[in-house]
């Protein structure tokens, strides 16, 4: 719930990049006044450390490019549906134990339900909103996939887990911030003290839910908690509908319940 409303808040926010700049730049300050509770990472953790900063920064660019191109309703049920699917099947083929063979055909009606919520032609009949930032939600998609495999299994390496939550977030910070200087040079902290309450407030919902999601692959099965998360898009469908004013497509709404079945069969099976 918590990363649906983030991105929605996010998708109508008129300046997405400075709203991210808050969420992905000055969202770090939230981490300062825990810093007492991480020790720093070790040596080891680094690496996995830096793999994550470039992956989540490819993930931040892609999916303010997917929100800023297409509605909500269109770019989330793939960005995420997708993300979980990958995993499935990188954990069955190398990360023994982790999935089984009816766990992944779970994840293949998943995938199929990603497939019904896209549209044909330029243009979604529905909505009339383009859709050429269907490359940005599959690559957006990607990203999910593959933080998820190195945070996931970086988390368990960690000393504790507030190591990891707490030190990829604030070493994150830094980055971000020097992206956005080096994109609109200092205007970009004009730009974003103009949206620092949507901004700001997406930042709070993001860390804590993503510190959540780390907390739980620390203790779980990788596929199986990244394809429960993506319980995530029956939340974003009803606040693109709601609260967006988003108009959907009877297709759509036929792919929401597979997704979402995908990603619960994954818990029962």
Not at 138 to 144: A, C, E, K, P, S
Request: glycine residues 10%.
């Amino acid at each position: 719930m918590m990363h649906a409303v983030w991105n929605a808040i996010l998708k109508r926010t008129e300046d997405k990049f400075a709203a991210m700049m808050c969420l992905s730049g000055f969202g770090g300050v939230l981490y300062l006044p825990f810093l007492h509770l991480a020790p720093l990472p070790p040596p080891d953790l680094w690496p996995w450390l830096g793999a994550s900063f470039i992956i989540h920064f490819v993930y931040q660019i892609s999916l303010t490019k997917a929100l800023e191109m297409g509605a909500l309703t269109f770019i989330y049920p793939i960005a995420r549906g997708l993300g979980p699917t990958l995993v499935a099947l990188f954990s069955y083929l190398f990360l023994a134990g982790e999935m089984s063979l009816p766990e992944v055909g779970a994840v293949m009606i998943l995938a199929f339900g990603i497939f019904l919520s896209t549209s044909t032609g330029k243009k979604d009949k529905a909505t009339g909103n383009d859709t050429s930032g269907f490359f940005f939600a599959v690559l957006t998609g990607t990203m999910i996939a593959a933080y998820t495999i190195i945070d996931g299994l970086a988390v368990r390496r960690a000393p504790t887990e507030l190591t990891y939550i707490i030190w990829s977030g604030l070493g994150f910070s830094p980055i971000f911030i020097a992206y956005g200087l080096w994109q609109r040079g200092p205007k970009i902290f004009k730009d974003a003290v103009a949206v620092w309450r949507p901004g700001m407030t997406a930042a709070l919902i993001a860390h804590t839910g993503y510190g959540i999601a780390l907390y739980a692959y620390s203790i779980g099965s990788l596929g199986e908690i990244a394809a429960i998360r993506e319980t995530s898009i029956l939340f974003a469908m009803a606040i693109g509908t709601l609260w967006l004013r988003e108009k959907v497509s009877r297709r759509r709404w036929m792919a929401v319940p597979l997704i979402a079945s995908g990603a619960i069969s994954l818990k029962l099976i």
